[in-house]
């Protein structure tokens, strides 16, 4: 095994996080992989994963020892008849869309983007949009594990139930992931929907929208009245012709780098914050839109410019009270929403960190550029879903405590039992894992 780096300086995606661990390593097997494991154990250290650091929590970080798995990223093995592939644990989502789309098949659901490695994706539960759709950890029938003590464990839903019901949504406390199995289905087009709706109006349709399509977005600009709803559904249409080059330029060069530019000056100049979102939804947001293709392309978005994220999943039948209590409290306070906030739906599930166990779930998610307004927009945002019984999503800014992580998971308890089962000295625990699930 390569020896480990000591020059190495981890930041994730936007920048807001960064820690220069003594030890980096970045093996290219699964062997090594265990065997890192079994030489920081030794040393009594703290070995931290991390895949594309497309995240705003603490997760990541430590003084001792950080492991990259971006060698790991090969398809491994398909079994058409059950639908299911393996893949390494490195890969990017981007690149399994493509490779699983090669053999017919597609993920049930993704995420917003897909510049995210599968297994920091499964283990911080990242979601799609889709009332009758889980989570990204809900399609890991097995997995395998580098543990504690240097060992490569393969667990999988039928063998081991309550193993993996902790394991699919891990937070890195459990062990290296190395390998996935995931359940797939047939590919699939999408055809999309995109339309304004007067803000009222929008809320009012929540339950009939999410009931009626397979995957429902909604987007609303603060300080505007308009809420754009997006529907996905499944159809046997053909895929929509390519778009041209000049509607290219004109819908993803030019409106990125002006919604760039607009961002960032509502930052420098923040009484401007207001005026510039109704002139967004106005410029370039609000207008109908149709489009057939594959189901990936159609619920990937461009990333927007560098940004804030925190997001809280609440109980589905309160999602147009929540949207409501929302925009009241950012009109009360004046926060700086130079982002729109995105609202999203997922089904309930059996994992044990899950923010959707056991409930169906509304995911608001409060986006904005600059720490000098996400401060205090986060505080109030995460008062008000604390208010709604929610529970925060693993990936994003959140300062939830023990005490009420503890009471928001029914099973929190026994995922700690676990934690210490596998992983009794504490090799894979960052202080911030420490604070959360001593």
Request: aromatic share 10%.
């Amino acid at each position: 095994m390569p020896p480990a780096r000591t020059d190495y300086v981890f930041r994730n995606w936007n920048g807001s996080i960064a820690v220069k661990p003594d030890h980096f390593y970045q093996p290219d097997s699964e062997a090594e992989v265990a065997e890192t494991v079994r030489e920081v154990a030794s040393r009594g250290g703290i070995l931290r994963p991390f895949g594309a650091g497309h995240s705003w929590a603490e997760l990541v970080p430590t003084d001792d020892s950080l492991i990259n798995l971006d060698a790991l990223h090969h398809l491994v093995s398909v079994d058409a008849a059950r639908k299911q592939v393996t893949v390494q644990a490195g890969i990017r989502i981007e690149k399994l869309n493509d490779l699983v789309a090669e053999h017919g098949l597609a993920l049930a659901n993704v995420g917003s983007i897909s510049q995210q490695s599968i297994a920091g994706a499964i283990a911080t539960a990242t979601h799609g949009t889709g009332l009758a759709i889980g989570n990204l950890s809900t399609q890991v029938v097995a997995m395998t594990l580098a543990t504690a003590d240097g060992r490569l464990r393969r667990i999988s839903a039928a063998r081991d139930p309550e193993l993996i019901a902790a394991a699919r949504v891990s937070l890195g406390a459990l062990g290296i992931v190395t390998e996935v199995t995931l359940q797939c289905v047939d590919a699939f087009r999408l055809h999309a929907r995109l339309w304004p709706l007067p803000f009222e109006e929008a809320v009012a349709q929540i339950d009939a929208l999410i009931h009626a399509h397979d995957h429902v977005r909604l987007y609303w600009f603060a300080n505007t009245d308009v809420i754009q709803v997006m529907t996905y559904n499944r159809t046997d249409e053909p895929r929509s012709p390519g778009m041209p080059i000049g509607d290219y330029f004109r819908d993803v060069v030019v409106e990125y780098d002006f919604l760039k530019f607009l961002v960032e000056n509502s930052y420098a100049f923040p009484g401007l914050v207001g005026p510039i979102n109704r002139f967004a939804n106005w410029a370039f947001r609000w207008t109908k839109v149709e489009r057939v293709d594959r189901s990936d392309r159609i619920l990937n978005i461009p990333a927007p410019p560098e940004h804030d994220e925190c997001e809280y999943a609440i109980p589905v039948e309160r999602a147009a009270h929540a949207v409501r209590l929302l925009r009241r409290l950012i009109e009360r306070t004046g926060y700086r929403a130079n982002l729109p906030v995105e609202v999203r739906f997922v089904a309930a599930d059996e994992n044990m960190l899950s923010p959707c166990y056991r409930r169906a779930s509304c995911y608001l998610g409060a986006y904005t550029f600059g720490e000098q307004f996400a401060q205090p927009y986060f505080a109030g945002f995460e008062g008000l879903m604390a208010s709604l019984g929610g529970r925060p999503h693993w990936g994003k800014t959140f300062h939830a405590t023990r005490d009420q992580l503890r009471a928001l998971y029914p099973l929190y308890d026994r995922f700690v039992a676990i934690r210490r089962q596998l992983d009794p000295a504490g090799v894979f625990a960052s202080p911030f894992l420490r604070d959360l699930f001593a």
